[in-house]
Antibody, heavy 119, light 111 residues
């Protein structure tokens, strides 16, 4: 059974880069029929899709974050990563990684990693 | 402001039924069959409950059902149980530029 687990710093200073990694266990990230996505949830707000990557390295991003986001994949480590540059307090959120089925749903999700942007 | 509109809260007693609605536009909910629903207990990983508007993953009780009419999707939970108390989020595909949009979430309270 595939499981995902996010890891990374819980505190990032304004203007710096937020970096998170999602480790995939119980299955290969090279499955060929899935994307690997990042989704976030600011406190008290709804979910927001950030972007996704295919095992071959092709990534797609939310238009609202595209200028600051980069998602990469390391198939040798069975993990994928998120970088969000020039962060502000508005980027404070719980960040989730999830497997995205090509026909349109997310399953499973990681437990989430709270990232606070503060000096 | 989330792209999809959900009521903030809904409540019901054990054994009753509740319906959670999710309103989008003709560019997302109304245009594609890719609507999914997630159950989220705070501090835990969100769980897929419904995909492709009406389909239930293996292991999800048949008390959970999904439907869609026009630009509004709905999740109905029948025979409410206390463990159903959680936040529920809808999600819809919005095309190859925006990709995915979510609702703001509905808090279900089982009285």
């Amino acid at each position: 059974q595939v499981q995902l687990q996010e890891s990374g710093p819980g505190l990032v200073k304004p203007s710096q880069t937020l970096s998170l990694t999602c480790n995939v266990s119980g299955g290969s990230i090279n499955s060929g029929s899935h994307y690997w996505s990042w989704i976030r949830q600011p406190a008290g707000k709804g979910l927001e899709w950030i972007g996704r990557i295919y095992s071959g390295g092709y990534a797609s991003y939310s238009p609202s974050l595209k200028s600051r986001v980069s998602i990469s994949v390391d198939t040798s480590k069975n993990q994928f990563s998120l970088q969000l540059t020039s962060v502000t307090a508005a980027d404070t959120a719980v960040y989730y990684c999830a497997r995205e089925f090509m026909r349109g749903w997310f399953d499973p999700w990681g437990q989430g990693n709270l990232v606070t942007v503060s000096s | 402001q989330s792209a999809l509109t959900q009521s903030r809260s809904v409540s019901g007693s054990p054994g009753q039924s509740v319906t959670i609605s999710c309103t989008g536009t003709s560019s997302d909910v109304g245009d594609y069959k890719y609507v999914s629903w997630y159950q989220h207990h705070p501090g835990k990983a969100p769980k897929l409950m419904i995909y492709d508007v009406t389909k239930r993953p293996s292991g999800v009780p048949d008390r959970f059902s999904g439907s869609k009419s026009g630009n509004t999707a709905s999740l109905t939970i029948s025979g409410l149980q206390t463990e159903d108390e959680a936040d529920y989020y809808c999600c819809a595909y919005a095309g190859g530029y925006t990709f995915w949009v979510f609702g703001g979430g509905t808090k279900l309270t089982v009285l």
